[in-house]
């Protein structure tokens, strides 16, 4: 018997990080988990990466994740940002190896050509579009909202881009 | 009984990383372990992380390992490259919070004051420094011996550091 496809999508920050867990099931997708979690400024730095690296573990074990969906980082105007970027990152390539995960990394513009149909839309044309495909998110306070719909467009972006190989395979 | 000071100091690259671990106890300072680590290009960028992260778990828990020192990174000629590093500095970050390492941060400046008494020193000038006190060290081949001698002048700026810090307390 072949595991169920299921897709963690992580939009990772050190504020805050957006995160998804959608499981594709007899050609059905369910939404498993969605959220975010807030690192505290005030721990050290690897104490902060400690807490971020437990919890995805223990969200991978516990929805039994197959694969990682991330999207690529850019260079934003703050270079020690993308550094500290670059320790989340670290942390979930190294989880990825350890749990054998397959990766999916899709840019910026491949997250808003996959879910709204143009790579030039607006976040807020791709927020929308994951509220009408997930209502539920509707509940997500507004200021940690668009975390979760960032890392829910990438999760349908590594599900989709999944459903295309099999597609291509048959 | 405290556990003596045992502190790994690495220079963490894709290409070559360079490390040390140096102890110190009832006065003497050992070296305990040093050399270099090589990651395959060819793997994908999650094994090599793996790799690194499993090869220092090793070193710490061998050498039952109490501090880390490194070399704060400066953004150079190529961005890909300052965003790899942090991969690999994430890794480390992890291990420190998992295994309760102090950590060091020194600026490369910091790290060239400490070893030569001059912060605008030339590399090459640490290298010297480094052999001196380590002769083994000169059995190294040519093309990694630069790693290893970066990964101890960082080792040694945290000793020193420590040693600093415990003079001012007595």
């Given at each position: 018997?072949?595991?169920?496809l299921?897709?963690l999508?992580?939009d990772?920050g050190?504020?805050?990080?957006g995160y998804?867990v959608?499981?594709?099931q007899?050609?059905?997708?369910y939404?498993?988990?969605?959220?975010?979690l807030k690192l505290?400024p005030?721990?050290h730095?690897?104490?902060?990466?400690g807490v971020?690296?437990?919890f995805?573990?223990?969200k991978?074990?516990?929805?039994?994740?197959?694969q990682?969906a991330?999207?690529?980082p850019?260079l934003?105007?703050?270079?020690?940002?993308?550094?500290k970027l670059?320790?989340?990152r670290?942390?979930?390539y190294?989880?990825?190896n350890?749990h054998?995960l397959?990766?999916?990394?899709?840019?910026?513009?491949?997250?808003k050509q996959a879910?709204?149909g143009?790579?030039?839309?607006?976040?807020?044309?791709?927020?929308?579009?994951?509220?009408r495909l997930?209502?539920?998110l509707?509940?997500?306070?507004n200021?940690?909202?668009?975390?979760?719909t960032?890392?829910?467009?990438?999760?349908?972006?590594g599900l989709?881009?999944?459903?295309?190989k099999r597609?291509?395979r048959?």
């Open positions: 018997m072949i595991k169920p299921t897709i999508g992580i990772p050190f504020t805050v990080t998804g959608l499981r594709k007899e050609g059905k997708t939404l498993l988990d969605y959220g975010y505290k005030k721990e730095l690897s104490q902060r990466i971020f690296y437990n995805f573990k223990e991978i074990e516990a929805h039994q994740v197959s990682l991330l999207e690529t850019f934003g105007k703050n270079v020690q940002t993308f550094l670059g320790y989340l670290g942390a979930l190294l989880l990825a350890q054998d397959a990766l999916h990394e899709f840019s910026p513009r491949e997250v879910v709204t143009f790579g030039g839309a607006q976040k807020e044309q791709v927020a929308t579009m994951i509220l997930f209502p539920n509707a509940k997500i306070g200021i940690e909202k668009q975390d979760v960032d890392a829910l467009a990438v999760c349908l972006s989709w881009q999944d459903n295309r597609l291509l048959s």
